[in-house]
């Protein structure tokens, strides 16, 4: 799996605080809190005003964060023209930056759990909400060789399958639920990887 340069539309100034914002966050995140915007602010010793121009809302905050941390996953481009392949190289390639920033990620299915229960009380003004749909488009890369021999219902299968052994939510499971470390967590996504592959052989088999 090899990274691409992540872009940005910030320069000189502009760029070191925006970094100096998200360093902070980031900090105050691995301390167990969940600061809103005014707080970082204030730890970053950057003006309210400025603060809320890069980050409107605690969901831009948090947003940018995950986007800042996971940037090299998410520019990623395979080595590998196969898709069974493809699914390998992602998991360790991108476990070792999640588990590095994993504070982050959780405080964002936090913040993205609120919003939902926020949402569903008539009574609650719900801000912007937090877009959280970056591993569609991984996962539509990931198994792009699968077009020319898979049906599009088994495609779509397996990328939906895929998203549920990658991402924060794999944290509350296998760390939380089942005690796991950082290497059973990538090797145990491995095998379910490699079994949903095998499935989607079985299943197009099946259907020819």
Not at 42 to 59: G, I, L, Q
Request: hydrophobic share 40%; proline share 4%.
């Amino acid at each position: 799996m090899t990274s691409i340069a992540f872009p940005s539309h910030y320069t000189g100034t502009r760029k070191r605080t925006f970094n100096r914002l998200i360093s902070t966050a980031l900090s105050l995140f691995e301390d167990g809190q969940l600061p809103p915007v005014s707080e970082v602010a204030s730890h970053a010793d950057v003006s309210r005003a400025t603060a809320y121009r890069y980050f409107p809302t605690h969901s831009d905050l948090v947003s940018a964060i995950v986007s800042e941390s996971l940037g090299p996953i998410l520019t990623c481009l395979p080595d590998s023209q196969k898709t069974e392949e493809r699914i390998q190289e992602l998991l360790l390639f991108a476990y070792p930056r999640m588990f590095q920033y994993e504070v982050a990620l959780r405080a964002a299915l936090q913040v993205s759990l609120q919003q939902w229960a926020a949402a569903r009380s008539s009574t609650v003004k719900v801000e912007k909400r937090l877009v959280r749909g970056h591993r569609k488009d991984i996962f539509a890369m990931i198994v792009e060789p699968m077009k020319d021999d898979f049906s599009p219902e088994i495609i779509e299968k397996v990328k939906r399958s895929f998203s549920l052994i990658y991402g924060s939510e794999v944290f509350l499971v296998m760390k939380d639920i089942w005690n796991m470390d950082n290497t059973e967590v990538i090797k145990i996504n491995q095998w379910i990887a490699t079994a949903i592959y095998n499935q989607s052989i079985k299943d197009n088999e099946k259907s020819q």
